[in-house]
């Protein structure tokens, strides 16, 4: 199972994301808004501002304080060292 580092030594599992996205949209904010209402919402930003929205297999929304740029980023890299193995 390869992880990604969302920041702040936060991880989650690259097989089980499904979309890496800008929190700045209408639709994007209003997912944002219904995994709070259903308890699905994990917010590992730590208080600062959401720069990236994650959207995983198991309904669950995730953000983060990084870049989508970087998110991305490192789990391409993690697909690489995949590869090398």
Known sequence: MQLINIGFGNMVSSARVIA???PESAPIKRIIQEA???GTLIDA???RRTRAV???DSDHVVLSAVAPET???RAAV???DDDNV
Request: aromatic letters at 6%.
């Open 71 to 73: 998110v991305g980023g």
């Open 20 to 22: 890496i996205v800008s």
């Open 36 to 38: 709070k209402d259903k």
């Open 78 to 80: 993690d697909e690489e």
């Open 45 to 47: 930003t730590y208080g």
């Open 54 to 56: 994650l959207i995983m």
